[in-house]
């Protein structure tokens, strides 16, 4: 695999090229009792699985299965098979870390009209049949959020993308593309690429939040490998999935340089390393096998006893 524990990091490009390693060195702060919050997109979600396999149960939060829901009235993402809410920008991110500390609340009728459903526009596949049972979703999954919050000692967080999409109506982001899944969104958002100060504001404002919520925790980072599935900026798909990780890297850069409680591990590079046997089938997804092996390094590298 496209990842090494060394006590001395590869200084020298050659080495690279002939090993394709990316090397990662020992530099403990977290225990293997703590609680990780884990928050991201489908990465993210094999990262969980891959955790809870190193660590045992209960020490990957939040844990989505406590929200009881009828589904033959709602939907919440594609729960109870999966133990994730997909979130794909650090916009989303913010977002959520905001209302659980009750910075922000969207207001009650904060949603849209769907084919006889409301959709909620900030976190992805949320549906219900009537405004009582949207109501009742929406504080399920707060309090779920705040539950996780509160018992986590530390953060691990994969960001996505830049390419986001503004509700006009409220000004915040969306957390899925218009039209996704059968949804809303296209003639209630506008198209935004963000660029890199405006995601580096976003990602500062989110760790100085959980810093002064939580200052002994460690905050883990880094760019979602998997690919956008399509761009909206007119662009080729390939560079523009290009220009979108960059700007994610080197957002995720300046903030590890900057925030004394930010660990940037890297993953993504890991993927890019190992060149075209990291993925799937589809040519989006990583490979389980390079994913426990990363999360592996991430163990070695970050725990103490």
Sequence with gaps: MSVKV????????RRFMADRMVTVAPAPVVGRLDRFFLMGSCF?????????????????VPDYRGLVFDKAVAQVDELPERNHLNTYN???????????????????????????????PYRRLVFARSPEVFAQVTAGLDAVLRDGFAQADHFVFTFGMTEVFI???????????????????????????????????????????????????????TVSPVPLKRTFSGEDIFAANMLSKSTLRAALGELAATRANVVYFPS??????????????????????????????????????
């Design 44 to 60: 993210a979600e094999e990262i969980r699985l891959a955790l809870e396999r190193e660590l045992g149960p209960g020490h990957v």
């Design 90 to 120: 650090a916009f989303s991110v913010l977002q959520e870390v905001e209302r659980i500390l009750g910075l922000w609340t969207p207001a009650p009728d904060d949603w849209w009209q769907v084919e006889g459903r409301l959709q909620c």
């Design 268 to 305: 993504y590079e890991a993927v890019m390393a190992e060149g075209a046997e990291a993925w799937e089938e589809d040519g989006r997804h990583v490979r389980r096998a390079l994913v426990e092996a990363i999360t592996a390094a991430f163990v070695a590298t970050s725990f103490h006893d």
């Design 167 to 221: 509700n006009r109506a409220s000004g915040k982001v969306a957390n899925q593309k218009p039209g996704y899944g059968a949804g809303g969104g296209v003639d209630e958002t506008t198209y935004h690429r963000a660029g890199f100060a405006e995601n580096l504001a976003v990602m500062q404002r989110l760790v100085d939040l959980i810093g002064a919520a939580k200052p002994a925790a460690k905050i883990f980072v």
């Design 6 to 13: 060394a006590r001395k990091l590869n200084p020298a490009w």
